[in-house]
């Protein structure tokens, strides 16, 4: 009996270590749920509502081990529309789910929920996560804590406890509000008022703070694992712990050979691991640990110090000892902090810098200015507005995201594949600044064929004053093989470079007035951004993407998208609605772009209801008073009090029309419209930015149009639409699926409406199913656009 007892406690113990064994290569899969909502948050004395993840600032943290697969539930209960980056995750093969708006996808909307489902590989460290779209990462920010693979030990001594601490910045006021008056008047925007360490600013500001204190409990002769973050919007922070000395072990997820240090900085976006040894005895004393802001630029900053206390006993009459941080302005302090960062470059954790390079290129980053709109007054350098750039292109924020029109095929009019790979214009970036201070703008994309070796060499310009730039890599780590000042040197500058153990990071400073060189491998196909860290300058265009083709093998092709990718209303482009509905009249060409224009940025419900309800004048006087300019634009395009008789539409028969596009693809365009200049002027307009085939107007260039026949036209267009009953479809369009509601409303609001509304008034149609049914069989056998077209 004994003999099997034994027996059975050695199989199950095989057992275990089989099941151990398993995990520890395939990973497990992590669930959390983030619900977006607002929460009541008082510091400094001031309470004001925070956008934040399931009512807490910060938010919950995420902890998983490498090789782990995480779906993280994001349900948007607030206003503001939504996105979350996973700030350094690589996101091999899964950039639908990096998280910046209207470049790997549209924001989650109110009342939507978007599932981020990735794979960590190859990473373990501390990342963290944060709001992705507009300055919603204010208080939207957590840690991301990716811990070694089971039974991977840490290349230090194992610490007796982790603790992070996540740096950040508290506005008294709404930071949306704060770049939204910045956005309209062309200036700079106000500055925060307090620095936190996790969401609290400490004793150092007023009689309110001191209670809202970070404290972090020791004991005596331990050693503690201090993850630090600086998810801050706009200052880059050096920190500090009195009479304490720091061992630095990683940086950005990434370990590095070990060294001490009394201060460390830190750029928005950077993340660094340090080994904090207590004293052995029970020093009888409290000490801070205290940041502040370094600062290169001439702007406006907070210059305030946040602190927590370091309390190795609870008595409250210890003395407290204060650290001593470098100053401001401390370029000396922070070039030689980070140049002592270096990769382990070991056997298990090699540094892996490409030897070979296939593409050399020289972006020059740094602020400039855009003109003011005419009879406006900007409040930017001499009645100007801010702007930056990257190679002197401001990044526009497109309208659709560019990973979805690049896997779709639909890429025209959306972005440029021609982002260029030096300046346009040569000059001295760090002396005397040229007298053009103009930035030009665009959403230009820099194309890479997979597996492509990338030196990129990064350059501070003086055009409005010299200023470090932390820039962020979305989908890769890069290593970081040189830096120095001044004018970058091509010929001599390479020669040292260091190809051995250079830091691998996915932040990194640009040198005030200096310049720095990354290396990395194009090998995760996609688009990825890059932008600088500090929001203020990420407002103001500091930003590009990149482009990575697929590779041959299907390991090295992007995934497809998933279901639940937030979508824009209309998923149908102008091409797939022309393949499959050819256009009969003007009219109805201008009423289908309609409704693709306008429904790309809003809910599909929203469009129709307005339909619905007949939209009045007074409710376009209301929408003037609503933040959301887009739909003040459908509001003032749905004006349905036009008569019918108001529309005088020239080209009406089908001949025409026929004979019409012909010429416009022959270049010989002004046949259309021609007794109506404004319209045949936007019309041609647009021409010009697609193929004929593909032709569509924009919602503002529609609301533009002032010459009152040009606009007849676009509202006698939409008047169609007015007169089809959409009751019997309410309760397809109030599905929280809107794809299949776009391809109802795709076939119902196109050619052949009136014959249609005539049978679904007489036969009672009621459902999705009974409309294909009666009008388009063929529909219900599609599962997407690209088996239609």
């Not at 070979?356 to 980053?365: A, C, G, R, S």
């Not at 214009?425 to 030009?440: A, E, I, K, L, R």
């Not at 990064?458 to 055009?463: H, K, L």
């Not at 609605?577 to 050819?582: A, M, V």
């Amino acid at each position: 009996m004994g003999g099997f007892v034994r027996i059975l406690i050695f199989l199950v113990a095989v057992a275990i270590t089989l099941l151990v064994s398993v995990h520890s290569v395939a990973g497990a899969t992590r669930n959390y749920d983030f619900n977006i909502q607002l929460q009541n948050v008082t510091r400094l004395c001031h309470t004001r509502s925070v956008v934040t993840v399931n009512g807490k600032f910060p938010g919950p943290r995420i902890v998983a081990r490498e090789g782990d697969r995480l779906l993280i539930k994001v349900t948007n209960h607030v206003s503001n529309n939504i996105t979350i980056h996973w700030h350094g995750i690589r996101q091999l093969r899964s950039g639908w789910a990096d998280g910046p708006a209207y470049v790997t996808q549209c924001p989650i909307q109110t009342g939507q929920s978007y599932v981020y489902n990735y794979t960590v590989i190859g990473q373990r460290g501390t990342l963290f996560w944060h709001a992705h779209i507009s300055w919603l990462r204010a208080s939207v920010y957590g840690p991301l804590i990716i811990l070694p693979k089971l039974n991977v030990p840490y290349p230090f001594t194992k610490p007796h406890k982790e603790v992070p601490i996540i740096f950040g910045e508290w506005f008294n006021t709404d930071p949306e509000a704060i770049i939204a008056q910045a956005t309209q008047t062309g200036g700079g925007p106000n500055v925060s008022d307090a620095y936190t360490f996790n969401g609290l600013p400490g004793p150092l500001y007023n009689e309110c703070s001191a209670k809202d204190t970070f404290k972090l409990k020791v004991k005596p002769g331990k050693t503690y694992l201090l993850r630090l973050i600086n998810a801050a919007l706009n200052d880059e922070l050096l920190f500090s712990i009195a009479n304490h000395t720091l061992i630095v072990v990683e940086a950005d997820a990434i370990y590095v050979k070990p060294f001490n240090t009394q201060t460390l900085i830190l750029a928005p976006g950077q993340t660094t691991n340090v080994l904090l040894k207590t004293i052995s005895k029970p020093p009888g004393a409290n000490f801070l640990m205290s940041a502040r802001p370094y600062v290169t630029g001439q702007g406006t900053f907070d210059n305030s110090t946040v602190a927590g206390i370091l309390e190795y006993e609870s008595n409250k009459n210890l003395p407290l000892f204060k650290p001593t941080l470098p100053s401001l302005n401390d370029t000396s302090f922070v070039t030689q902090f980070s140049n002592r960062l270096r990769s382990l470059a070991s056997v298990h954790f090699p540094a892996n810098v490409p030897q070979k390079i296939d593409q050399h290129l020289f972006f020059t980053v740094g602020l400039g200015t855009s003109p003011c709109e005419k009879n406006k007054t900007c409040q930017g350098p001499n009645g100007t507005r801010f702007a930056a750039s990257i190679n002197n292109v401001s990044f526009v924020q497109p309208k659709v995201a560019l990973l979805e029109s690049h896997y779709s095929g639909q890429s025209k009019g959306v972005y440029s594949p021609y982002f260029p790979s030096n300046p346009l214009h040569w000059f001295n970036y760090t002396g005397t600044p040229p007298n053009n201070t103009f930035v030009s703008n665009g959403t230009k994309l820099m194309v890479l064929p997979f597996n492509t070796s990338v030196e990129l060499v990064m350059q501070d310009t003086s055009i409005l004053g010299i200023e470090s730039h932390p820039l962020h890599l979305h989908g890769f780590n890069f290593f970081v093989v040189g830096q120095g000042f001044g004018n970058y040197d091509p010929k001599n500058d390479p020669k040292n470079f260091n190809l051995v153990d250079p830091i691998e990071r996915n932040t990194v400073r640009v040198p005030s007035g200096g310049w720095v060189a990354i290396r990395f491998l194009a090998d995760n196909p996609g688009v990825w951004f890059m932008h600088c860290h500090l929001e203020v300058h990420t407002s103001w265009g500091l930003k590009m993407a990149w482009l990575v083709l697929d590779g041959k093998l299907p390991n090295q092709k992007l995934l497809p998208p998933p279901a639940d990718l937030p979508k824009h209303g209309m998923k149908w482009s102008p091409a797939e609605i022309l393949k499959l509905h050819p256009m009969k009249s003007m009219k109805e060409m201008l009423t289908s772009s309609f409704l693709l224009a306008c429904c790309l940025p809003l809910n599909i419900d929203r469009v129709v209801n307005l339909m619905a309800e007949e939209i009045v004048p007074a409710e376009m006087e209301r929408a003037s008073d609503r933040a959301d300019s887009q739909f003040a634009n459908l509001l003032a395009a749905l004006d349905l009090n036009l008569n019918e008789e108001d529309d005088p539409i020239k080209v009406e028969t089908e001949e025409e029309i026929s004979n019409a596009l012909l010429m416009l693809k022959e270049d010989q365009p002004e046949v259309l419209l021609e007794d109506q200049p404004e319209a045949y002027s936007c019309v041609q307009s647009e021409a010009q930015q697609v193929q004929p085939e593909e032709l569509y107007v924009q919602p503002d260039v529609i609301s533009s149009i002032d010459q009152p026949e040009s606009l007849a036209i676009v509202k006698g267009s939409v008047l169609d639409l007015a007169e089809v009953s959409v009751e019997p479809f309410r309760n397809i369009f109030s599905m929280e699926d809107h794809w299949e509601a776009v391809n109802l409303q795709r076939s119902f609001y196109l050619p052949g409406t009136a014959d249609q509304r005539k049978v679904v008034e007489e036969e009672g149609v009621e459902s999705k199913e009974g409309y294909w049914k009666l009008f388009g069989p063929d529909l219900s056998e599609a599962k997407d656009s690209r088996e239609l077209v």
